[in-house]
Structure formats: C-alpha cells, structure tokens
Nanobody
Framework: QLQLVESGGGLVQPGGSLRLSCIVSGFALDYYAIGWFRQAPGKEREGVSCINSSAGWTYYTGSVKGRFTISRDNAKNTVYLQMNSLKPEDTAVYYC???????????????????WGQGTQVTVSS
C-alpha cells in the first residue's frame, strides 16, 4: 500500500521553528520528486517547496525563501521541511506529495502529483 504520512505540526509562537517529516511507505522514495504544499482556510492549495529525486535541485516559493529548508533521506524514506522564523501567515495544513512523472524543475501542479499525505496542521500564533 502506497502511503505518505506527515508529522511534526503543532502550535508555535511567531519566530519559532518546526520540522515537518513526510514518511513514505510502499514505494522507494529514490525515484520520486517530493513537494510540500499548504492550504489555509478559504485559500487555494499553495506549493511551498519541492526536492527532486536526487536532492540536487530544490524549489521554494518566494514567501518562505531563506526561512524553510527541504531535505530528504532516501535511506529512511523520509523528506523533511525545516521551518524557521515562522510567521502567522504560515498557518495552514501542510501536505507532502510524490510524483514520479515530473521533476521539480517542471513546477508540477498539485494534480500532477500521484500520491498525497493526509496533512499536518501548523498554527503560528502568540
């Protein structure tokens, strides 16, 4: 069974940090690009970051550049999103997704990802 499970979300004060994990099972992570998305209430799902299968290419949306870092450990079948200097506007449900058909450089749309996790809530508030 192919599965992605996110963890690491929670409530944090502005300026704080969280590290999200996306653990995959049922397939080898090596051949997949992994994206992180987020969706705030009443807003469309937004692409946050992406890392290609070799980890040699990464992408960040402008609002998180310099604050978020994506990484992967294929041996552990896990992708991480380190989030620093968090802001209230980062509050959202965060999802990870996997695609084998596209690379991050293709800037794949959400519908072009094959597998999705269930999401983890991140709330930034004082």
């Amino acid at each position: 069974q192919l599965q992605l499970v996110e963890s690491g979300g929670g409530l944090v004060q502005p300026g704080g940090s969280l590290r999200l994990s996306c653990i995959v099972s049922g397939f080898a992570l090596d051949y997949y690009a992994i994206g992180w998305f987020r969706q705030a209430p009443g807003k469309e799902r937004e692409g946050v970051s992406c890392i290609n299968s070799s980890a040699g290419w990464t992408y960040y949306t402008g609002s998180v550049k310099g604050r978020f870092t994506i990484s992967r450990d294929n041996a552990k079948n896990t992708v991480y999103l380190q989030m620093n200097s968090l802001k209230p506007e980062d509050t959202a449900v965060y999802y990870c997704a996997a695609t084998r058909r596209y690379d991050c450089a293709d800037y794949p749309h959400p519908f072009e990802y094959d597998y999705w996790g269930q999401g983890t809530q991140v709330t930034v508030s004082s």
